[in-house]
């Protein structure tokens, strides 16, 4: 069974950043495709950035330029970078494993002043 957990919320003030991680487990890493999802209060869940197997990713028109994701295969972990924060990006940030539908418990971010 796969196992997801996110670390790296908190609170930041705008222009700040934040870098999330999520630690997976019970899966041969390597070989999928990662991604990363949010939900903002009131909102429904939608799509951040994703990562293939093999490095190429694509984001969120709201994110590029600001958002980097990145893999380390030798730690079975996925990242997060957020930087130039702005309150619109206040969610819960959650990483899933499309090939199991594997989800993590989420991590929040808040962006104010």
């Known amino acids: 069974q796969v196992q997801l957990v996110e670390s790296g919320g908190g609170l930041v003030q705008p222009g700040g950043s934040l870098r999330l991680s999520c630690a997976v487990s019970?899966?041969?890493?390597?070989?999928?495709?990662m991604a990363w999802y949010r939900r903002a209060p009131g909102k429904q869940r939608e799509l951040v950035s994703r990562?293939?197997?093999?490095?190429?990713?694509n984001y969120a028109d709201s994110v590029k330029g600001r958002f980097t994701i990145s893999r380390d295969n030798a730690k079975n972990t996925m990242y997060l970078q957020m930087n130039s924060l702005k309150p619109e990006d206040t969610a819960v940030y959650y990483c899933?494993?499309?090939?199991?539908?594997?989800w993590g418990q989420g991590t929040q971010v808040t962006v104010s002043s």
């Open positions: 019970g899966s041969i890493f390597s070989l999928y495709t």
């Open positions: 990562i293939s197997s093999g490095g190429s990713t």
């Open positions: 899933f494993h499309p090939s199991s539908g594997g």
